[in-house]
């Protein structure tokens, strides 16, 4: 169930009072506790007694110890297969805290309230949970599905920026991949600010849960959501090894910069589509600077992606706009080229 809250939160309770946990657990970062328990907290109303519990922000604590962290916990405060877990964040703590749910006495319910626009757009939806192990991105994780999503879209008017504009680029993905109509409204819009997106928040989370339930393990259809990822996530890995981190947004606008070009190298688009959907691509995210990495490198960490089989890299590319293909076998000259075109791209006129 995918629902937007009203303003005294009684869809959220009265989703509590039905499932009627034993104990509630509510998960935030230090930015959510700040910004986001503020509104969340006086409006909760429940029996059940609840524990708040706090991890540090950002992709490099997405990882392995912050989940035992948790998992210590749950044992310290009882957890039990009736507990619940609240989990009010970004895609960080979405991830991370469906991952440890999800795993814990194999298992206890979570719900989650997404408070980025990446979150609400994406990370909310679908049941991908997991954390980055040895710098590779959501290597470990389940497939397990939040029991409600309530999103507000008040939450996004404390986040910064960047962070919107991350988010907007997995909006931007849901038009190219799904649905021409969502492209053109989001790539002309003048800026990308809480106003201006509103409007537009459910369309992408529509998108995103019809994907999911025709495809929830990623058998086929699903794999079209990755578009700009098997490029973007290598590029992402390579920056939280430097300790140098990127929004996931930001890596994913430069994936599907990186992609869209390979799917004219690929005879999927002409040059025309291609270099119109770059340019407008280009006009809301900045430059990421990659040439001090090697193309080897990045082929590499490709090598890890979860859509390869039998050694091969498996893309998910647009054959025009608003629709995609997937499973695209391409040789590593044309990731080569590619790389070389992004990495030379403002030289170009
Ligand atoms: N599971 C999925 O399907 C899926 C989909 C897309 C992305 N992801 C994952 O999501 C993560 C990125 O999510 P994200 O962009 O939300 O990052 P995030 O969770 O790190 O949030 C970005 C920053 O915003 C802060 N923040 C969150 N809400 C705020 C608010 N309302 N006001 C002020 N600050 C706030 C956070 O503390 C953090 O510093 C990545 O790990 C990515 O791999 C998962
Ligand atoms: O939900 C999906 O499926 C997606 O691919 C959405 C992506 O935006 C998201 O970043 C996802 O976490 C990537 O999945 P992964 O399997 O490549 O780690
Ligand atoms: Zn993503």
Known sequence: MIKELDKDFSSLNEYIGQLSPSKIFILVDENTHDHCLPILMPNLETDAPF???????????????????????????????????????????????????????????????????????????????????????????????????????KFLETLKFEELRSGFAEMLKHGLIADGNHWNDLSSLYKVTPEDVAPFISRSMAIKNDVVTKDFKEENIRKILNFGHTIGHAVESLFLRKGNLIPHGEAVALGMICETHLAFLAGLIDVEVSSTIITKIQRFFPYIDISEFRNEDILNLMFNDKKNQDGDINFSLINGVGTCAYDQKLHADQINLTLDFYKNINSKA
Not at 96 to 103: D, N
């Open 51 to 153: 524990e708040i519990i706090e991890i540090e922000a950002g992709e490099e604590n997405k990882n392995i110890g912050t989940a035992t962290q948790l998992w210590e916990i749950f044992s310290e405060m009882e957890a039990d297969r009736k507990s619940l877990l609240i989990n009010l964040g970004g895609g960080v703590v979405t991830d991370m805290g469906g991952f440890v749910a999800s795993t814990y006495k194999r298992g206890f319910k979570f719900i989650n309230i997404p408070t980025t626009l990446l979150a609400m757009c994406d990370a909310s939806i679908g049941g991908k949970t997991g954390i980055d192990h040895q710098y590779l991105k959501n290597i470990i994780g389940t497939f397990a599905l939040p029991e409600a999503i309530f999103f507000y879209p």
